[in-house]
T-cell receptor, first 110, second 115 residues
Framework: RKEVEQDPGPFNVPEGATVAFNCTYSNSASQSFFWYRQDCRKEPKLLMSVYSSGNEDGRFTAQLNRASQYISLLIRDSKLSDSATYLCVVNRERDDKIIFGKGTRLHILP | NAGVTQTPKFQVLKTGQSMTLQCAQDMNHNSMYWYRQDPGMGLRLIYYSASEGTTDKGEVPNGYNVSRLNKREFSLRLESAAPSQTSVYFC??????????????FGPGTRLTVT
């Protein structure tokens, strides 16, 4: 299993729909999980941290499944402005540094 | 506050030329980082610095040097640019010592092309 793996997409979703994507990780001892958002030709920005109990911020919900070693991001009532690449971030075992996934591209269609 | 700033925004170099990418942050953060981002690849850590005067290698340090001039500034130097260094370079900072829990604050990036 790769250290961090994401479906690259693109996910083409109509406005108003719900979309979810996952990120799998290989380090069963990982303690740190994030979702970052990166707009086209811009820098990554933190979207939300992912806690063991799951967390919600408005239309966004992040979940952690330790047993299956993945985190998920759910976006409800999607907006055109949600179009971006979503990067999964996890800490890895060999040097306890964080590692960024390659990202999942999301296109919200009008 | 400007956050993290980077110069230049774009640069084209010929193979063998040298240049320095500049990064500065005004958030009084202790740690600073340099990443590169290539198509189809995740962000990869080149070097990082936990404090003024200290630097450490990341995942892909070969062909680069860094300098933590003071708490605000962290520069990345390419001594002899190669086409394989064509990439988008991001500088980032975090408040405390490098750890796995802090949010990373990124600069706008430098798009470098080496021909």
């Amino acid at each position: 299993r790769k250290e961090v793996e994401q479906d690259p997409g693109p996910f083409n979703v109509p406005e108003g729909a719900t979309v979810a994507f996952n990120c799998t990780y290989s380090n069963s001892a990982s303690q740190s999980f994030f979702w970052y958002r990166q707009d086209c030709r811009k820098e990554p920005k933190l979207l939300m941290s992912v806690y063991s109990s799951g967390n919600e911020d408005g239309r966004f919900t992040a979940q952690l499944n330790r047993a299956s070693q993945y985190i998920s991001l759910l976006i409800r009532d999607s907006k055109l402005s949600d179009s971006a690449t979503y990067l999964c971030v996890v800490n890895r075992e060999r040097d306890d540094k964080i590692i960024f996934g390659k990202g999942t591209r999301l296109h919200i269609l009008p | 506050n400007a956050g993290v700033t980077q110069t230049p925004k774009f640069q084209v170099l010929k193979t063998g030329q040298s240049m320095t990418l500049q990064c500065a942050q005004d958030m009084n953060h202790n740690s600073m980082y340099w990443y590169r981002q290539d198509p189809g690849m995740g962000l990869r850590l080149i070097y990082y610095s936990a404090s003024e005067g200290t630097t450490d290698k990341g995942e892909v340090p070969n062909g680069y040097n860094v300098s933590r001039l003071n708490k605000r500034e962290f520069s990345l130097r390419l001594e002899s640019a190669a086409p394989s260094q064509t990439s988008v370079y991001f500088c980032a900072s975090t408040p405390g010592e490098p750890n796995i829990y802090d949010e990373q604050y990124f600069g706008p990036g430098t798009r470098l092309t080496v021909t």
